[in-house]
């Protein structure tokens, strides 16, 4: 069993839907939990990161966490096309010294004009 | 804030060459620089955590005679694939992850290097 499991996709949704992306783990010492956006041929951007359970939210994305249930979400209201891309879900453990961030293997997302 | 820089972002080898990839970190100081690796539609494989003026730290499975990696500055960190074959085209990333107290607190990635070895 992987550590991090995500739905690789695709995931085809029309302009303007609620969208929902998933992670769940395995690892109960994570509790840093974060979430990328990879384009086409490019490095990833950090878009969120939060600690422990609960929930953060910034513009139109609202990130999850449910530390009993070991799963993680990403919400994106209002998607546009540019927010088609590929999402990584990626979380570490927090101790001293240096810290392995372990990620999913991306969702990707095509939104649809 | 936090801006990665890589270079270059694409590069065409023949086989046996050796490839030198370029890591900076534009408007911060990195303690700490990663390496990885990610092949189609696959996650991302950490290769190595490089800390400034200290040796690399390599994940279990990549050879450190092939994957040369330096730290020489706050700034910059270069990765060398050394001897290049096919199997070693890949998407390489770094990330840098800033001192602590300069308000950044996860790893912020670079655009990547599509190599390809011919």
């Known amino acids: 069993q992987k550590e991090v499991e995500q739905d690789p996709g695709p995931l085809s949704v029309p302009e303007g839907a609620i969208v929902s992306l998933n992670c769940t783990y395995s690892n109960s010492a994570f509790q840093y939990f974060m979430w990328y956006r990879q384009y086409s041929r490019k490095g990833p951007e950090l878009l969120m990161y939060t600690y422990s359970s609960g929930n953060k939210e910034d513009g139109r994305f609202t990130a999850q966490v449910d530390k009993s249930s070991k799963y993680i979400s990403l919400f994106i209201r209002d998607s546009q096309p540019s927010d088609s891309a590929t999402y990584l879900c990626?979380?570490?453990?927090?101790?001293?010294?240096?810290?392995?961030?372990?990620f999913g293997i991306g969702t990707k997302l095509q939104v649809i004009p | 804030g936090a801006v990665v820089s890589q270079h270059p972002s694409r590069v065409i080898c023949k086989s046996g060459t050796s490839v030198k990839i370029e890591c900076r970190s534009l408007d911060f100081q990195a303690t700490t620089m990663f390496w990885y690796r990610q092949f189609p539609k696959q996650s991302l494989m950490l290769m190595a955590t490089s800390n400034e003026g200290s040796k690399a730290t390599y994940e279990q499975g990549v050879e450190k005679d092939k994957f040369l990696i330096n730290h020489a500055s706050l700034t910059l960190s270069t990765l060398t694939v050394t001897s290049a074959h096919p199997e070693d085209s890949s998407f390489y990333i770094c990330?840098?992850?800033?001192?602590?107290?300069?308000?950044?607190?996860?790893?912020?990635f670079g655009p990547g290097t599509r190599l390809t070895v011919l």
């Open positions: 990330s840098a992850r800033a001192q602590p107290g300069q308000g950044y607190n996860e790893q912020f």
């Open positions: 990626a979380m570490r453990e927090v101790s001293g010294g240096y810290q392995k961030v372990t």
